[in-house]
């Protein structure tokens, strides 16, 4: 009996190293797949300059845009002023049949 309890120990002793052997080298690939995505990083920080400066490009023409918005509403408002003064004002409503 002393024999069996011996070898189901060395057995459980080599089933747990295989199993730690077998996690070591799963973290191993990870890691060697990690320091593989930092090697890509350099072109996505190229990618990332270039949409940030799509979207500065983007905001200056929005703004451009607003800009002739607000100037296009200013020159309707004044001049729609002096007409306006010219429609006489009515001094009393007619009452329309309903």
């Known amino acids: 009996m002393d024999v ?6 060395i057995a459980a002793i ?6 730690m052997l077998k996690i070591w080298l799963g973290h191993r690939e990870k890691m060697k797949g990690l320091s593989l995505t930092q090697q ?10 270039r949409v940030e400066q799509a979207i500065e ?7 451009r845009i607003s800009e002739g918005q ?3 509403t200013k020159i309707l408002s004044d001049g729609a002023q002096p007409l306006l003064e010219m429609v006489p004002s009515p001094s009393r409503r007619a009452d329309a049949p309903h």
């Open 14 to 19: 080599f089933a747990l190293s295989g199993w």
């Open 40 to 49: 890509g990083l350099a072109s996505s920080d190229q990618r990332l300059a």
């Open 70 to 72: 607000r100037f296009i």
């Open 57 to 63: 490009s983007i905001a200056i023409e929005v703004e």
């Open 4 to 9: 069996l309890a011996n070898d189901v120990a």
